[in-house]
């Protein structure tokens, strides 16, 4: 798997990341309600939904800018990488968290998710430990640009084709 297609998996996670927690926080905001019966876990007076849809927002922009952007060169495409990376570790922590206390009182109480099965924060953990291990995949030293030696031979032979 070369860097782009990293890249691009990443941005796919972000936005399915987005879709999710979109869907979740736009329920709440306008029906004043939880999308799963077994209700809402809160942060600072919040529904963690929000947080959710923020980091994966967030996390959408860093992908995005770490795919298509190319200024600044070799140390802001460290930094992209490494902002990346600490958004998804700083996911990680906040969706643990909460899955944790969901999963306790899910079998304390016998709640139930219905269809999901499992709570909500639990999917946005597995999908920000995901995007964390592919940003781990690449390397912050080189960008797209650079990264002739990852291309596949199809790849190259296009690029051989039009310069």
Known sequence: MNTKQIKNYIIYLSVAGVLFSGYLSAVKLFSQTCAIDSGCSYFLGYPTCYFGFGFFALLLALALSNR???WGGQKMNTARVHALRTVAAL???FASYFSAIEIYAMFKEKMVYGALILPTCFYGLLVYIAI???AFKIS????DASAND???PAEAEDQQTFN
């Open 68 to 70: 298509f952007c190319s």
């Open 150 to 152: 990852e291309k596949t």
């Open 91 to 93: 996911g990680i922590v």
């Open 140 to 143: 912050p030293t080189k960008n």
């Open 132 to 134: 964390l291990y592919l």
